[in-house]
Nanobody, 114 residues
């Protein structure tokens, strides 16, 4: 059974930093990453990381967020720096298997105050 366990988000002031983590179990995952859904908006990709190390970022977070992955622990991290109020959203861990099955975490709230 596949399970994704996310760390808690939190409330942070604009300009601050926060790190999210997600531990996956139950399968091998080709890609792991993070999506987010802001109030009134659709869920969007934030960043993802492939097994081989390639990464992909949304334009809105490039230069501020860093995704990293520990394959030995099946864990993906999202270091978020220089946070902005528009980063406020529910953040979801995502993991995709080698057969292209997607799994999602339960979501964690990140709130950035101005």
């Amino acid at each position: 059974q596949v399970r994704l366990v996310e760390s808690a988000g939190g409330l942070v002031q604009a300009g601050g930093s926060l790190r999210l983590s997600c531990v996956a179990s139950g399968s091998a995952f080709r890609t792991m990453g993070w999506h987010r859904r802001a109030p009134g908006k659709e869920r969007e990709l934030v960043a993802d990381s492939a097994w081989g190390g390639s990464t992909n970022y949304a334009d809105s977070v490039k230069g501020r967020f860093t995704i990293s992955r520990d394959n030995t622990k099946n864990t993906v991290y999202l270091q978020m720096n220089s946070l902005k109020p528009e980063d406020t959203a529910v953040y979801y861990c995502n993991a995709r298997t080698y057969t292209n099955v997607n799994y999602w975490g339960q979501g964690t709230q990140v709130t950035v105050s101005s």
